[in-house]
Structures are given as C-alpha cells and as structure tokens.
C-alpha cells in the first residue's frame, strides 16, 4: 500500500505540537512508507524554520535537528523520495476547476493531493482539514483528521 504524507503531518511528526501524538500513533498503527517529493521536502523545511519566527515556535536549533531527522530519514529509505512529475501540474489544476469552487481549496492544497494521485497513493495522511476535504473529494483515504 502506498501513502502521501502532507506537510502539516511530517511536521507534526518530527517536531512537537497538538498533533504530533496522533502522527506518531498512526505511523505505529499502519506502518506507512510514504511518497515524498522535492516539493514536499521543500515545503517542510518552509515550514520548520518559519515556526521559528513565532513567539513559542521552536527555536532555530530545533528547526534544524527537525530537518536533519527529516533528511536523514529520506536518506535511510524511510520515506520514499519521488521525482515531482511534470504531470502533476496539470492534475492540480483540474482538482482546482472541480472542487475549488464548492471547497476553496488553495494552490498547495491541490498540488499535494495532486501528488498523491499522480504518486499513486493509496492514502493521504493531513492534519489540515481543508485538504482533507480535497484529498476525500478526489477519491483518497484519509488518515489524520
């Protein structure tokens, strides 16, 4: 079975806040391995180090330990890097003109549920509630919210 992890749950599951216990249980429960693009790895290093700007974020140090766990584990085989295919774009697009009108899904929101498809995956693991919306729209299972 294959799964697409976004990037509000590989954050969760590398750093620590109000989802990062249900993140490392589902991990333990379905043993995933999941797709992971340079989109995906891009995003969550976006992500870690802007959390560092927050008043309680983390700092900069745990960002970066954060991110060489990350990249380690990509490294290791952990978690499956994929090329971003090229056809990724267009499956996006035409996940915004469908759902976009009725959800309000957002660019990025489709580009990884775009992926996803594209990737084959089989479940879509999110703690954003609107991408999970667009993930089950688009005929994925999900795992989070």
């Known amino acids: 079975m294959s799964s697409y992890a976004d990037t ?3 954050v969760s ?8 216990r249900s993140a490392i249980s589902l991990v333990k429960e379905h ?11 891009t995003e969550f290093t976006s992500i870690v ?3 560092t700007a927050r008043p ?12 060489e766990d990350f990249t380690d584990d990509l490294r290791a085989g952990i978690w499956q ?6 056809e990724t774009w267009a499956r996006a697009r035409e996940l915004s003109r469908r759902h976009a009108p009725a ?27 609107d991408q ?12 989070g919210t």
């Open 8 to 10: 509000s749950f590989l």
């Open 13 to 20: 599951l590398y750093g620590r806040d109000v989802n990062s």
């Open 31 to 41: 043993r995933p391995v999941f797709k992971v693009t340079p989109f995906g790895e």
């Open 49 to 51: 180090f802007a959390v």
């Open 56 to 67: 309680k974020g983390w700092t900069v140090s745990e960002a970066q330990a954060m991110e």
């Open 81 to 86: 890097l994929e090329d971003f295919p090229p």
């Open 103 to 129: 959800l309000g899904c957002r660019a990025l929101d489709a580009l990884h549920v775009a992926s996803a498809l594209v990737l084959a995956a089989d479940d879509f693991y999110t703690f954003d509630r």
């Open 132 to 143: 999970a919306k667009l993930a089950r729209a688009a005929g994925l299972r999900v795992l």
